[in-house]
T-cell receptor, first 113, second 113 residues
Framework: EAQVTQNPRYLITVTGKKLTVTCSQN?????MSWYRQDPGLGLRQIYYSMNVEVTDKGDVPEGYKVSRKEKRNFPLILESPSPNQTSLYFC????????????FGQGTRLTVV | KQEVTQIPAALSVPEGENLVLNCSFT??????LQWFRQDPGKGLTSLLLIQSSQREQTSGRLNASLDKSSGRSTLYIAASQPGDSATYLC????????????FGKGTKLTVNP
């Protein structure tokens, strides 16, 4: 089954404690990205990757890091989480042609206290 | 900068009614437009993808249209059911640069039995 898998689904952490949210896709997609969803602001892109070892900032990259060492994985790293990073996070993937469907993970609800 | 607007923000209808959700975007340089469904606290489920060269797509009781020149799309839901209650998101994939999806803030649909 074609899918994007995120882990964990729920996470409560304390300010400053480094964490990683994993994302994996099984569709051989070149393009992967991370979004955060906040009430009243909608979904905004954090980082994206067009292929292995190729990553770039989206609209709200501050406080986040990513890596793309393998085509299927695209982890999101919060080196020093702060309360304003409390949000619902989504990983997405698609082919790079731009004319195909984007698939989303089930989301990770992060709370930073 | 691409902006996506969805109207109305919320809609409540009785079961069985046909309804239309609206989406507008400011920049016609898009690859595609996607409609998603999101249940509370859950992930995004892709409903329909319309390529920039297409005018409409249909899936079951759903029909989406695209008028790229005027920057508009509609999602038509026939014979609505309580199970259709969810937030519906419209997103356009932009050409050039990050190839990102730009989302509207959604229409929250409630179908009353």
């Amino acid at each position: 089954e074609a899918q994007v898998t995120q882990n964990p689904r729920y996470l409560i952490t304390v300010t400053g404690k480094k964490l990683t949210v994993t994302c994996s896709q099984n569709m051989n997609h070149e393009y992967m990205s991370w979004y955060r969803q906040d009430p009243g602001l909608g979904l905004r892109q954090i980082y994206y990757s067009m292929n292995v070892e190729v990553t770039d900032k989206g609209d709200v990259p501050e406080g986040y890091k990513v890596s793309r060492k393998e085509k299927r994985n695209f982890p999101l790293i919060l080196e020093s989480p702060s309360p304003n990073q409390t949000s619902l996070y989504f990983c997405a993937s698609s082919f790079l042609t731009g004319y195909t469907e984007a698939f989303f993970g089930q989301g990770t609800r992060l709370t930073v206290v | 900068k691409q902006e996506v607007t969805q109207i109305p923000a919320a809609l409540s209808v009785p079961e069985g009614e046909n309804l239309v959700l609206n989406c507008s975007f400011t920049d016609s340089a898009i690859y595609n437009l996607q409609w998603f469904r999101q249940d509370p606290g859950k992930g995004l489920t892709s409903l329909l993808l319309i390529q920039s060269s297409q005018r409409e797509q249909t899936s079951g009781r759903l029909n989406a249209s695209l008028d790229k020149s005027s920057g508009r799309s509609t999602l038509y839901i026939a014979a609505s059911q309580p199970g259709d209650s969810a937030t519906y998101l419209c997103a356009v994939q932009t050409q050039g640069g990050s190839e990102k999806l730009v989302f509207g803030k959604g229409t929250k649909l409630t179908v009353n039995p």
